[in-house]
């Protein structure tokens, strides 16, 4: 049993470590929407939050429309189609503890995944070293799209993280949707918020 003590340490490290995730709302009693069917679905039907991609890309136009309604927002104000594009191709993948990949990620591996592959920067890998590499700050409304944010899922650090999108929504890998977008205004989530992240400009 002692042989195995360091390996069970190593893997928690490389995880977000958010065990009481499972108890946590995903967009509760509000509209979320299915990629594979471009329709508006309930958060209550759980087939449709693990639904995956499209076979084919929304349009620019389709996609603008799309994050717009579910940001509560204008299709002008969409203008980083590269991430809507990356959030519409990952949504609904399902959480795995340590995962990198569509087949399964965790919430600081999909971090690790959306600014590699729409921002071409390197992040670090775990939440606890993504804490310690941004520019922290406490104030909601500093939050800007783009910004990671921060929540003490379990004890007094940051143990799970999302990227802030606008209108107080986030992107995020959650346990029991998988790949999902929240509101900073549900209670759970206002609850347990330790903060934004901003990337720290490289000298």
Not at 48 to 73: D, F, G, M, N
Not at 105 to 123: F, H, I, T
Request: charged share 25%.
């Amino acid at each position: 049993m002692r042989f195995f003590a360091p390996i069970i340490v190593l893997f928690l490290l490389t995880s977000c470590g958010s065990a009481k995730m499972s108890t946590a709302p995903d967009i509760a009693g509000k509209a979320t929407y299915s990629p594979s069917s471009r329709k508006e679905v309930t958060a209550s039907n759980s087939d449709a939050h693990h639904a995956r991609k499209p076979a084919t890309p929304l349009r620019k136009r389709e996609l603008k429309q799309k994050y717009a309604s579910v940001l509560k927002t204008t299709p002008g104000k969409i203008k980083n189609r590269r991430l809507y594009y990356f959030i519409d191709d990952w949504y609904g993948v399902k959480y795995k503890w340590g995962g990198n990949t569509q087949s399964g990620v965790d919430c600081s591996g999909l971090v690790c995944q959306l600014y590699k592959e729409v921002y071409g920067l390197k992040v670090k890998r775990t939440v606890a070293t993504q804490h310690q590499e941004t520019r922290n700050f406490k104030r909601m409304r500093r939050l800007r799209e783009g910004d990671f944010v921060y929540f003490r899922t379990e004890g007094n650090k940051p143990s799970h993280v999302g990227i802030y999108l606008r209108n107080g929504y986030f992107v995020h890998a959650s346990q029991t949707r998988g790949v999902a977008i929240n509101s900073l205004e549900e209670d759970y989530w206002q609850r347990v918020y330790a903060g934004g992240g901003k990337v720290k400009k490289k000298k």
